[in-house]
């Protein structure tokens, strides 16, 4: 007669903090924050790169390898401006993600999941 062998039960597993997702929502936050940040830089990056003039007043022409990219700067010059929004508001949301995660955390550690 076969008799399956007894085996002891298996050792269970601790789930890990979700650290990765914290990680993630984080740069998120982050990035919808500084994206009209980003969006000045770049435009002062390729104005000065090719010597043009950007201001808020007006479109001025900007020649790169034959194409006229005035309105394009004016654009991400003048995208600045949503940071007077978005920079409170991802300050908010980066806010309430530390109180979520260290919430969370909390509860994690008091029910020894750890």
Request: charged residues 10%; proline residues 8%; positive net charge.
């Amino acid at each position: 007669m076969n008799t399956p062998s007894a085996q002891p039960p298996p050792i269970p597993r601790r789930k890990r903090f979700p650290w990765v997702l914290y990680g993630i929502a984080l740069a998120l936050i982050a990035l919808f924050a500084l994206a009209p940040v980003f969006s000045v830089v770049l435009c002062g990056v390729i104005a000065n790169a090719y010597g043009c003039k950007v201001d808020e007043g007006s479109v001025h022409p900007c020649i790169i390898n034959g194409q006229d990219y005035g309105h394009l700067l004016y654009t991400l010059g003048v995208a600045g401006w949503f940071m007077l929004v978005t920079l409170p508001v991802g300050g908010l949301a980066g806010a309430a993600w530390l109180v979520a995660l260290l919430l969370h955390r909390a509860k994690w550690r008091k029910t020894g999941l750890y």
